[in-house]
């Protein structure tokens, strides 16, 4: 055996973890009317902003710094846009905002975002609709950021309740686009690409398992062999063929959701809480393009109301889960 062998007492060595010391108050340079609060070795101190900056030309110029960038994120936070061009100067001021707790601006740039990654149902249908084109195609991307730079910036800010609508929204991307990440148009170097954490990437592959789960039970649960309403208009019509539009109406939605084709023609292929809808907006539509229900398949006024009650109720629900389905925490209220 070599004896000079450099690992061979490795066993044998005992490790010191280092924890510094914090700085603690200053005895003497701590003014209870003081309005800058400054850290320098091993002390901190609160001082007047005034006085410091007259006697010391460095400091000076380390304060002024600070309060103009804070007064520039104010002045800039009322005139950005949250949109995929501006989201770089909406990311940049929600970080200088968090970092020295600048409360009332941060609020600002939050209150604007959530207007994209909102809490309640009914203003994500306004989200939806803002990025939807006259001719019913579903074009979020060239006017919303993607879905991964909010989370990661959510996670980086502390920003969780932008997280459950931004999780929902990259669940509706296919798996493979999840997990290699994104990369900005016109950007080629691939060390670029923003990704997901680990955790992040498993919750998001999670809770699109749930909301897809959440969709067939709803296929199962409330259209196949869907019963028709008590009031139903042709319960008792001697005709067969009319005594069953009302459940052949459900039974030909129900084919339409299994064959996908809202993904197809609005490019929504995995979008439950628009497949859900869809199934609703089947019955009113006048026209039967794109492979839509004809004239011939709609549900009596009764059956359709009953159903679309029944609709609402499940995007509801739905809306409701989702922070649970990907793992997120610490919201002040969902919804």
Known sequence: MDD?????????????????????????????????????????????????????APLADAVNLRF????????????????????????????????????????????????????TLSAWEFREADATDPTGVYKPRAIYPHPILVINLARETATADLLPSAFYDLSRCAASEIATGYLTPGVTDRSEMHILSDDDLLNTLRGREHASRFLSTFVVNELEGRDVSAGCVYRNDPDPFRKRLCQATFEATTFEILRDVNGVVFHRSSDPLFAIMDADLMQTRSDSANGRLSLLHRACEPCRVEFTASVDAAREEMWHKLPGWFGITGLTSWP
């Open 68 to 119: 103009s960038l804070l007064a520039d994120a104010s002045c800039l936070s009322s005139g950005i846009k949250h949109d995929a061009q501006d989201f770089d100067n909406v990311a940049s001021l929600l970080r200088l905002t968090t970092k020295y707790c600048v409360e009332h601006i941060r609020k600002d740039i939050i209150r604007g975002m959530s207007a994209i990654w909102p809490k």
């Open 4 to 56: 000079f062998s450099t690992n061979r007492h490795a066993e044998n060595l005992v490790k010191f973890d280092f924890v510094p010391p914090s700085p603690s108050r200053h005895p003497d340079l701590w003014f209870s009317d003081g309005n800058i609060a400054l850290v320098a070795g091993m002390f901190y101190f609160n001082v007047h902003k005034g006085l410091i900056s007259r006697n010391s």
